[in-house]
């Protein structure tokens, strides 16, 4: 059973117009939450967290959401370029808790 | 120099072989993991580790087996190489976290391309 669910395995975007990439969780234990970005043949970085007990966590042009009774976070990212195409991950974790990763949505961000 | 460096980049190998994986970090970070990555099924934890004596099993552990050598290292071995092993593998690093942590994150090394033929 999957913990951590993102089911868009991929999203395409005019350059320019907003991204919104979605991830559902069932660990009710999660602590904090992350998005990583992984371009081909490269690790996954990170991009922004936010712990559980906020809503919102904003750092420039992406922005998450976390709805914790729906047990929902989103990544907003406004304007979308074409440099932010890659594989998005979103991942739970917590203190004593590994992270746990989403199988990742394929953002496509077109000239 | 990557804080997570993890050898070799890529690696050919045949069924029945033994192989390791290693992975050495420059943070200082107590956490360590192993991940691969699969087509459609994101990261999946092989083994993790909160300390140098402290050795847990992940989700896929089967066929697999670490060493932590130190707090920096971290090495990944598959006793007996078998086909549906070929994946991207992934070390990670990370400090303690906890409620109102934003920012905690994990740091990846660039990857472990292995095909066992």
């Known amino acids: 059973d999957q913990q951590v669910k993102q089911n868009s395995p991929s999203l395409s975007v005019q350059e320019g117009r907003i991204s919104i990439l979605n991830c559902d969780y069932t660990?009710?234990?999660?602590?904090?939450f992350l998005w990583y970005k992984k371009y081909p043949a490269e690790g996954p970085t990170f991009l922004i967290s936010i712990s559980s007990i906020k809503d919102k966590n904003e750092d420039g042009r992406f922005t998450v959401f976390l709805n914790k009774s729906a047990k929902h976070l989103s990544l907003h990212i406004v304007p979308s370029q074409p440099g932010d195409s890659a594989v998005y991950f979103c991942a739970g974790g917590g203190d004593g808790q590994n992270f746990v990763f989403g199988p990742g949505t394929r953002l496509s961000v077109l000239p | 120099d990557a804080d997570v460096t993890q050898t070799p980049r890529n690696r050919i190998t045949k069924t029945g072989k033994r192989i390791m994986l290693e992975c050495s970090q420059t943070k200082g970070h107590d956490r360590m993991y192993w991940y691969r990555q699969d087509p459609g099924l994101g990261l999946q934890l092989i083994y993790y580790s909160f300390d140098v004596k402290d050795i847990n099993k992940g989700e896929i552990s089967d066929g697999y087996s670490v060493s932590r050598q130190a707090q920096a290292k971290f090495s990944l071995s598959l006793e007996s190489a078998i086909p549906n092993q070929t994946a991207l593998y992934f070390c990670?690093?990370?400090?303690?976290?906890?409620?109102?942590?934003?920012?905690?994150?994990?740091?990846f090394g660039q990857g472990t391309r292995l095909t066992v033929v």
């Open positions: 660990n009710s234990m999660f602590d904090y």
């Open positions: 990670a690093t990370s400090d303690g976290g906890g409620i109102g942590t934003e920012n905690t994150e994990a740091f």
